[in-house]
């Protein structure tokens, strides 16, 4: 079991460092950057501009961010800044250092997304549960007809549609704020709805699977009801393979909240992010992509190590290497 | 003595895309307390969707058209799934064909074990172990203190099937229905499972239905065999005449070609022409009428029933039950 | 000897039969053919320009003139759906064209060959894998521009992996099959095994994943323009529209409503198509 | 003993690797097929009888030792050089249906080798497969028809008619008719034999079943956990089993004359199953031994190897047959210990 968290952990490092130098490579690639795009292609900068930047000051700048080292000192700088959590300065917040943004930002973010994640769940099992116990049934095609409504539908979508019915037409929820707990119902049900979509059918589809297996015929023939063979056999089976379904969505939903954070205007990493895009601030764009990019490793890592938690075949054999 | 088990004229059909699949074409049978009753016929001839269905373990698309199922006179075919609760394990247990798909993967296997005792009030915690482990070492398996402990697949399928035997046992059934539970096995284990099935039900005597497709398994191991073809009885006769002295032309075809051991310098004899199709309409005489090499033209009009042939010997074929009366007239 | 007259049958016909009995999907199916046959025709049938703005007629409701109305700068709303149509199922189609070709490429190679080739290719899926696919889009489309070329690269640079996982387990459920070895045991050499039993018994999966790949191209294209990071106005698209139609939602609704009730009915409808191919090919549904 | 060997097999080794370690699947097996003759291997699951097949047929690479056909050697033969012994070396399996190719008619099925072999026009083709379908008894007119749409008889017939289109020399059966009902298994017997008489066929015959080995085959080779432990004509064999292992599987097969009478014979005692060793971790010398009711303290140092034993038979037992049969000093010292 050691042994297969260390190598996991040298492939993730691996995966990680890979990640950084696309983002970085590409980074650098781009035609302009913040400042020579803010001073030779617009002549005078927004940003810069305002706080009066000569050249000399530039030189100082560019000295100060490393621009004029070679390449890899430049990436490593955004490595080792980031693995010891001490990350530069963001361009476009001067004075702001990026674990400043991050700091008040990720929270945000990852609160939306566990949010979300708990409430999918949370809808989800019972959704399934009863669909899958109600085979071919009008309750299972009704159900899933909406499951597949959501499946199909982005975030944003849902999110806008939301907005409409409860905003504009039932005056029931506000839709911009975010110090109220109810200002978190519509971007929470957003995220959430779509997932629950996916979850339940998966749900459903796999507990069928089981319900339809030998063991499920087994539990009855002992005199068990089929409430029993779902609850304590059945279910438990199912919410194995769930997690692998659960932990790319909440990666996913990570990422997701960006385009919620915008609609509903919430001061997530993902506003932050997108407006660091567009005026090329590096030092944010890395931080924040090598945020995201860790936490999806670790939850694929998390998924891996779950699996093989509950997974007695699994576990035995751990015992054995 | 009346019979603790009687099934009269059970049907069974399956509605699937449309499509029907007429499994079970109405069997008679019944077992006796301390009896042991074997169910021989080939893949479709309805044996395993009989058992299941006097345990009424069928998938919901099956419909039992008609017959009744009498577990000491009372229909179980008419409980409510409630009452039908009550029965299954405790009165009636079931012993699978392949023992690792028919418990649950990922529980122990003690869990699962005492089981029937938790669902049926019977024991609960360190006495239903304490009982669970009792019963591992009856069926024969070493160390059963460790063995509660373990998962399915850290067991052999022989041991396994010992499990499921002991989990079929623990609540003390009235009667034990094994559907082809050494199919999956080697034969040296196959044996050994034989020789446990059936000192078990002398020991406790509780009455067993043995479902299998080898004649001569259920000819060793059951006092009583009855054969089915196309979903319905065709024959039903005491063990030691199965394999000598079976009247209907389907058993006597069976039995001619089964391989056997001892002799086996001669290619056994087949049946001749195809299984029956279940899903298409069933003829209308004698089902095995086509296949049949003693047909007479009564065959193809009219379906025979099981008339005695001897005592505790019945026949459901015209030839057959001819050739017996004018032999019982001769005498 | 005389041939008797037989019917030829083949699995494709087999299959139709089966998918033409899903009605759902059936119906799915030609509302995709309706929505590409629109995007192709959108030029022809569109009644206006989509860019052609109309200072006289801004924020016209429904009408004769125009069927879903006309925005801020009076064009016509139903002109510019169909454009955005064309939009979305260019970088839909495009990408997934990409992704297919990848996918099908690194997975098969893996898949096929096994073995060190195998460990390779995967470690790589397993890195971009764990790409934050949607930030590294946006990076992407920042750095290469917003032209339609660069989105389709943006949409397709990380999704591939999901395809290249998708053919390699297939092809290796496939390469151990028992006809496999069938096939090896009559001497087939691998590119026949390739060509002729494994790539014609991998394709259901394939085709499935495709069909779904192609909303989700399409959705992350939409996600995009919302951000402002899509194709440049006054190209139209779904999310740009979407966008535009959230800000005036109060008082001209028809503005959000026709753009994201068009845009979910096309993910609806590949939602249904591909659940009516992914039953067809189920293997189970073959017994 | 001048003749050529069709095929022959000479301390044929496969080991595979996983997690648990590494076992030999097959372990040293030796053995030669003369042309016309039939070879059964019996054994239980796990005993190594279907690899031995997949490794005559070159499906899977041998770990060591090599295989002979016709007197040459081809362990090694690349694919391109293997192409046409293929087509001498034909298969048929125990799932006929996973071996059908699905995505073809079943009549395209047979088509398929000769295709590959480039045999014949479209139309030489198409109709020696439906002459190949009426010789194996499915009506010509089922040509479209998918292998899902056939019974399971059906599907075997045709994946016997697909491995004979190539006309093959040998025909590899591994568990070919054990998941056939025994009325359909009686068919496909008689087939096999009209067949081999008709293409003068020589029959690998990989089973289970022991019966039906006895049926089919002249020679017969007795595997145990990757071993043969006994090899030799059929009729030997199943008459004077040698090794104590043959002689177990022989007694547990349910016959006829084993049949119970009226008022039958009850167990007395529940005998606990012993468990074979794990292939993992064998024990030394005799790999039986464990299981073994006449197992000596010589069985634990020693491994016993094939030695004749009777009339072309052979056993691998310290005790069997010949000269060393009498009682062994280690033997009874052992009981003396005990």
Redesign the interface.
């Known amino acids: 079991m050691v042994r297969f968290l260390a190598r996991r952990l040298a492939?993730?490092f691996?995966?990680?460092l890979?990640?950084s130098l696309?983002?970085f490579m590409?980074?650098k690639?781009?035609p302009g950057s913040f400042f020579n795009a803010n001073f030779q292609v617009n002549g005078v900068s927004a940003v810069a501009g305002s706080y009066g930047v000569s050249p000399q000051v530039m030189d100082a700048l560019i000295k100060y961010y490393h621009l004029n080292d070679p390449w890899y000192v430049q990436w490593w700088y955004y490595v080792h800044g980031f693995l010891t959590w001490h990350m530069g300065t963001s361009f476009e917040y001067p004075g702001t250092r990026t674990v400043t943004i991050i700091d008040t930002a990720f929270p945000f973010s990852v609160r939306l997304a566990l949010m979300a994640v708990a409430t999918g769940v949370i809808i989800a099992i019972p959704i399934g549960v009863t669909a899958a116990m109600r085979?071919n049934g009008w309750m299972d095609v009704g159900l899933m007809f909406f499951a597949?409504?959501g499946?199909?539908?982005?975030a944003?979508?849902v999110a806008?549609?939301l907005?409409?019915l409860f905003a504009?037409w039932l005056h029931l929820l506000p839709v911009i704020g975010f110090t109220h707990p109810q200002d978190f119902i519509l971007p929470v049900l957003s995220l959430a709805l779509p997932m629950v979509g996916a979850l339940s059918r998966y749900l459903r589809n796999s507990l069928i699977d089981s319900l339809?297996?030998?063991?499920v015929?087994?539990?009855?023939?002992?005199?068990?009801?089929l409430s029993?063979a779902v609850w304590r056999?059945a279910l438990?089976?199912s919410l194995?393979p769930m997690i692998t379904v659960v932990g790319p969505q909440l990666?996913?939903l990570?990422?997701?909240t960006?385009?919620i954070e915008?609609?509903f205007d919430l001061p997530g990493l993902g506003h932050y992010?997108?407006g660091a895009?567009?005026v090329?601030d590096y030092p944010l764009?890395m931080d924040?992509?090598l945020l995201?990019?860790t936490?999806?490793?670790a939850m694929?890592l998390l998924v891996d190590l779950t699996y093989g938690l509950?997974?007695?075949?699994i576990r035995?054999?751990g015992d054995?290497? | 003595m009346a019979a603790l088990l009687e099934v009269r004229n059970l049907a069974v059909e399956f509605h699937r895309d449309r499509a029907v699949s007429r499994a079970v074409n109405g069997v008679t049978l019944s077992v006796e307390r301390g009896k042991s009753l074997g169910i021989v016929g080939e893949s479709g001839s309805g044996k395993s969707v009989t058992v299941k269905a006097i345990?009424r373990?069928l998938?919901?698309y099956a419909r039992s058209a008609s017959g009744a199922v009498l577990l000491e006179g009372q229909d179980v075919m008419r409980l409510s799934?409630g009452r039908m609760?009550?029965?299954?394990?405790?009165r009636m247990?079931?012993v699978?064909q392949?023992p690792h798909?028919?418990?649950?993967?990922?529980?122990?296997v003690g869990s699962?074990l005492v089981?029937?005792l938790i669902?049926?009030r019977l024991a609960a915690g360190a006495e239903a172990k304490r009982r669970a482990v009792d019963l591992l070492r009856l069926v024969g398996i070493p160390s059963p203190e460790v063995r509660f402990t373990q998962?399915p697949?850290?067991f052999s399928g022989g041991m396994l099937q010992r499990v499921m035997i002991a989990?079929a046992l623990i609540?003390d059934p009235d009667l034990l229905i094994a559907d082809e539970p050494t199919t999956a096995l080697d034969v040296t284990v196959q044996a050994q499972i034989l020789r446990l099935l059936r000192k078990l039900k002398e020991d406790r005597g509780m009455a067993m239905i043995l479902v299998t497709h080898d004649l001569v398994v259920a000819a060793q191991t059951c006092d009583e065999v009855v054969v089915m073809y196309g979903g319905t009885v065709v024959e039903r006769v005491p063990s030691h005449k199965l394999l000598t002295a079976s009247a209907h032309p389907y058993a006597r075809g069976l039995i001619a070609c089964t391989p056997r051991i001892s002799n086996a310098d001669t290619i056994p004899t087949p049946i001749a022409g195809q299984p029956l199709n279940l899903r298409e309409p069933l003829p209308g005489g004698c089902l095995f009428a086509a296949r049949c090499p003693d047909r007479v033209a009564q065959c193809t009009e009219v379906r025979p029933q099981l008339e005695d042939v001897a005592p505790d010997h019945q026949v459901a074929c015209f030839v057959a039950a001819g050739a017996a009366k004018e032999g019982a007239v001769h005498e | 000897m005389s041939m008797p007259t037989l019917k030829k049958r083949t699995m494709a016909t087999l299959m139709w039969g089966r998918f033409r009995r899903n009605r759902a999907a059936v119906l799915g199916g030609a509302f995709v053919l309706f929505l590409i046959l629109c995007a192709i025709l959108a030029p022809v049938i569109a009644p206006y320009s989509y860019m052609q703005s109309n200072f006289l007629a801004t924020y016209q409701s429904p009408s004769w003139q125009h069927w879903f109305g006309t925005d801020e700068l009076g064009r016509d709303m139903l002109s510019r759906l169909l454009f955005s149509l064309r939009t979305a199922s260019l970088i839909g189609f495009g990408a997934e064209a990409v992704e297919l070709t990848l996918g099908l490429l690194v997975g098969a190679i893996a898949g096929y060959l096994g073995g060190a080739a195998d460990t390779i290719l995967m470690?790589v899926v397993?890195?971009v894998?764990?790409?934050?696919?949607?930030?590294?889009a946006?990076?992407?489309v920042?750095?290469?521009g917003h032209s339609l070329f660069a989105i389709l690269i943006a949409v397709a640079a990380t999704s591939w992996v999901t395809m290249a996982r998708i053919v390699r387990s297939q092809v290796i459920v496939v390469k151990q099959s028992d006809y496999i070895a069938a096939a090896r045991g009559m001497g087939a050499n691998w590119w026949q095994i390739l060509r002729r039993y494994v790539l014609p018994n991998s394709l259901g999966p394939i085709a499935v994943t495709v069909t779904f790949g192609i909303?989700a191209n399409m959705?992350v294209e939409?996600?995009l323009s919302?951000?402002g990071?899509g194709v440049q106005p006054p190209t139209p698209s779904w999310g740009a529209l979407?966008a535009n139609g959230?800000q005036a939602?109060?008082s001209f609704?028809y503005l959000?409503?026709f753009p994201?009730v068009t845009?979910?009915m096309t993910?609806?409808a590949?939602?249904?198509f591909g659940?009516g191919l992914r039953n067809v090919f189920d293997s189970k549904s073959m017994h | 003993m001048s003749e050529t060997p069709l095929l022959e097999a000479s301390e044929l080794t496969r080991r595979f690797r996983s997690?648990?370690g590494v076992m030999s699947a097959v372990d040293r097996v030796s053995f030669r097929l003369m042309r016309g003759e039939h070879l059964g291997i019996v054994g239980a699951s796990g005993s190594g009888k279907s690899t031995v097949a997949k490794l005559v047929q070159r499906l899977l690479p041998a770990t060591e030792g090599h295989i002979y056909y016709s007197g040459r050697d081809v362990t090694n033969l690349g694919e391109r050089a293997l192409r046409p012994l293929r087509r001498r070396i034909q298969s048929v399996s125990q799932n006929p249906y996973a071996s059908l190719f699905p995505n073809k008619s079943i009549g395209q099925n047979i088509v398929e080798p000769m295709l590959l072999h480039r045999m014949g026009s479209p139309k030489e083709r198409m109709d020696s497969a439906m002459r190949l379908m009426r010789q194996v008894g499915v009506p010509s007119e089922q040509f479209y028809a998918f292998p899902h749409e056939i019974s399971g008889g059906q599907q075997q017939r045709i994946a016997i008619a697909r491995a004979l289109a190539l006309h093959p020399e040998l025909l590899i059966l591994d568990e070919a008719v054990s998941s056939l009902d025994v009325s359909i298994q009686a068919q496909i017997l008689h087939l096999l034999v009209e067949l081999q008489g008709q293409y003068s066929l020589t029959y690998l015959f990989v089973s289970h079943n022991l019966a039906v080995v006895r049926m089919i085959c002249t020679q017969v080779a007795v595997m145990f956990l990757g071993r043969i432990v006994e090899l030799g004509p059929v009729s030997e064999i199943f008459s004077h089993p040698a090794h104590p292992y043959t002689q177990a599987l022989l007694a547990a097969v349910p016959d006829f004359s084993s049949a119970r009478p009226a008022g039958a014979d009850v167990p007395q005692e529940v005998d606990s199953e012993p468990e074979p060793p794990s292939p993992y971790r064998l024990p030394s010398g005799c790999r039986y031994r464990t299981l073994c009711p006449i197992a000596t303290q010589r069985c634990e140092s020693e491994e016993p190897q094939l030695r004749t034993v009777g009339a072309g038979q052979h056993a691998a037992c310290h005790y069997s047959g010949g000269a060393e049969a009498e009682p062994d000093p280690a033997r009874t010292e052992r009981e003396g210990v005990r």
């Open positions: 492939y993730m691996i995966a990680f890979c990640i696309v983002t590409l980074m690639m781009a085979e597949m409504l499946t199909s539908l982005p944003y979508l806008v549609l907005i409409v504009l339809h297996s030998e063991y015929t087994g539990v009855i023939a002992k005199g068990g009801s029993r056999h438990r089976n194995l990666a996913g990570m990422t997701g960006v385009f915008e609609i992010f997108v895009a567009n090329r764009i924040s992509a995201y990019a936490v999806i490793l694929n509950f997974d007695p075949r035995r054999a054995l290497g | 345990m373990l998938p919901r799934e609760r009550h029965l299954r394990g405790r247990a079931m699978f392949d798909a028919y418990l649950n993967p990922t529980k122990t699962q089981e029937p669902l049926h998962y697949f850290e989990m609540a | 470690r397993d890195v894998y764990g790409f934050p696919s949607l930030l590294f946006i990076i992407l920042v750095m290469l909303p959705m939409s996600a919302l951000l990071l979407i959230e939602m109060f609704p959000l409503a994201a845009f979910a993910l609806l590949f939602t249904f659940d | 997690r648990q």
